[in-house]
């Protein structure tokens, strides 16, 4: 009887509610919008591609045979931004990062196009009896991070990609909007990218440096500025996972 006659006590409903669900603040617009260059609408190709080890030479020299016909043709609205080799992560590793002057239209363009393009039907052929497997993402750039430009070598490059938990983006974004001044007085800072299509809640960080030891000192001298470690602090809880890839630019990468 008394489970039966139980009182429904005033707010119990509403304080249960509370527990399970989640409060945030409305969102007047996309993430891509909020986050994104307004200045240029411009749309990039992040492309990973596994070699089979004993194809990795052959595979280098028909990129670099056929990669530059297509970033040096004004018929195509798309530039080749880097090409490299993963030196240490992930082995017989290549990284290709394309831009896409005009966003989704430049993109449909270039693809229309060169599936119509025998010579690259025949590349695709050829490069493809090399992989093991390969994936891509399409990115934006944060508003906040340098342009990438082609810079003169000879460098290393670290591409730091960070997976971080859905529903966080923003605030990964409003923390490093302050962290990246922390990390100009080398130049080191290449360009900052977050996810759009593929795996996503993904973000790029692409780094230059000298070399190896070059990238620890300028690394640790960040430690040593104010407000560095503060920003590490309130954004390593938003990762889920984080990889680091360190890696070399083939002879036609515009980054060297």
């Known amino acids: 009887r008394a489970l039966g006659s139980s009182a429904h006590r005033p707010g119990e409903d509403s304080w249960l509610k509370s527990l399970f669900v989640r409060k945030v603040d409305p969102r007047k617009d996309a993430h891509s919008n909020l986050l994104a260059k307004r200045e240029t609408s411009s749309l990039y190709k992040l492309q990973f591609h596994n070699v089979k080890p004993e194809c990795l030479e052959a595979y280098n020299k028909l990129c670099q045979e056929v990669l530059p016909k297509i970033h040096e043709e004004k018929h195509y609205p798309c530039a080749l931004v880097g090409t490299w080799n993963t030196w240490y992560g992930e082995q017989d590793q290549a990284v290709h990062l394309w831009r896409y002057e005009g966003g989704y239209p430049a993109l449909n363009e270039v693809m229309s196009k060169l599936r119509q393009n025998k010579e690259f039907t025949e590349f695709r052929k050829e490069r493809g009896n090399m992989l093991l497997s390969r994936k891509n993402q399409l990115l934006l750039e944060f508003s906040f991070w340098n342009e990438p430009v082609p810079r003169d070598g000879p460098n290393i490059y670290e591409l730091r990609s960070y997976q971080l938990r859905p529903g966080t983006m923003i605030e990964w974004?409003?923390?490093?909007?302050?962290?990246?001044?922390?990390?100009?007085?080398?130049?080191?800072?290449?360009?900052?990218?977050?996810?759009?299509?593929?795996?996503?809640?993904?973000?790029?960080?692409?780094?230059?440096?000298?070399?190896?030891?070059?990238?620890?000192?300028?690394?640790?001298?960040?430690?040593?500025?104010?407000?560095?470690?503060?920003?590490?602090?309130?954004?390593?809880?938003?990762?889920?996972?984080?990889?680091?890839?360190?890696?070399?630019?083939?002879?036609?990468?515009?980054?060297?």
Do not use: C
């Not at 900052?192 to 620890?216: N, P």
């Not at 104010?226 to 002879?251: A, F, N």
């Open 173 to 256: 974004g409003n923390y490093w909007a302050r962290a990246i001044r922390f990390r100009q007085d080398s130049s080191e800072a290449v360009g900052g990218f977050f996810s759009q299509i593929g795996q996503l809640y993904m973000v790029h960080h692409l780094w230059a440096y000298k070399d190896l030891q070059t990238r620890e000192d300028i690394r640790n001298a960040a430690w040593h500025k104010p407000g560095w470690d503060e920003l590490v602090y309130y954004t390593v809880p938003l990762i889920q996972e984080m990889e680091s890839r360190i890696m070399i630019p083939l002879k036609i990468s515009p980054l060297q």
